[in-house]
């Protein structure tokens, strides 16, 4: 009977929003879902990449503990928690405040062990503007001559919280730079990346927190950065999504970067976010191939 019911509210109902990457899925409340229909939507996700699930009417706290059954929930180190709980991150801008999330990314991809999934629930949407986009970096990866992949899966590349300097500027939140500037070390991941349950590679670079890659000159370096950069912000590989308040939308970002675009000032955008962390870090998708030294 089980099996049944998580076949019928998950799998017929999952509308593809895009070429690439994209579903939605209707007549669910997340915070209702067993076991067995959790498992379901996290398959549905290693497809599909990002989900949203309209008039999602929870809590904060409601968020909170269906992201934690999804595995261990992420502190953020500097960002605005919520008041209920430190485990959801607020971003809350209006005519105080501009927003500034316009760098494509993954996040976390300067610890050692990124997010495995983001939950982000739309409290308060402008009436235009405010859209996030997300690129599926496995058909980006796919999309490369087969030289310059055979070069790429041999490469390791380092992530900071340097690169993002510019945006942290921007958000003009009182003590965040400083804090950033305690996290740890920066750390190096794969270039090339495998998924862990799908077994496919995807690019794992991003303009936020990618600073250079490992064995390059400086020059050579900055230079293939930017191609792939550019390469990942084909509109080819994207999908561009319209909010409305009380939606949830939930990546993948083992495969995805993600870009919230910053053009609704004055107006009111409020979302809160849960987080998810890898259980492992990223592994190499060609691991015979050994990274540069």
Do not use: C
């Amino acid at each position: 009977m089980q099996s049944a019911l998580t076949q019928r509210y998950l799998f017929p109902e999952t509308v593809r929003l895009g070429p690439l990457l994209g579903g939605r899925i209707d007549g669910i409340q997340l915070h209702d879902l067993d076991d067995a229909q959790l498992a379901q939507l996290e398959a549905e996700l290693v497809r599909h990449k990002v989900l949203f699930f309209p008039e999602q009417q929870w809590t904060a706290l409601q968020q909170r503990d269906f992201a934690a059954r999804l595995g261990e929930l992420h502190v953020h180190p500097t960002f605005q928690a919520h008041a209920d709980t430190q485990e959801l991150v607020v971003f809350n801008y209006d005519e105080t405040r501009k927003g500034a999330n316009d760098t494509w990314h993954a996040d976390v991809t300067f610890a050692e062990r990124p997010l495995k999934y983001g939950v982000l629930h739309a409290e308060t949407i402008p009436e235009v503007g405010g859209d996030t986009l997300w690129v599926d970096a496995e058909a980006a990866y796919q999309a490369l001559s087969a030289p310059l992949r055979a070069l790429l899966d041999g490469l390791e590349a380092v992530h900071s919280v340097f690169p993002a300097l510019d945006y942290v500027n921007r958000l003009e939140q009182p003590g965040l730079l400083d804090n950033l500037l305690k996290l740890p070390d920066p750390t190096r991941h794969p270039v090339v990346r495998r998924h862990p349950v799908s077994g496919r590679p995807s690019l794992f670079v991003n303009r936020a927190f990618t600073a250079h890659i490992v064995g390059l000159t400086p020059a050579e370096s900055k230079a293939l950065l930017e191609l792939l950069f550019l390469h990942l912000e084909n509109p080819a590989f994207q999908l561009r999504w319209r909010w409305q308040a009380g939606y949830v939308a939930i990546w993948d970002n083992r495969s995805t970067q993600h870009l919230a675009v910053s053009d609704y000032f004055p107006a009111i955008r409020r979302v809160r976010r849960a987080a998810v962390l890898e259980e492992q870090r990223p592994t190499p998708a060609h691991p015979d191939k050994e990274a540069a030294q």
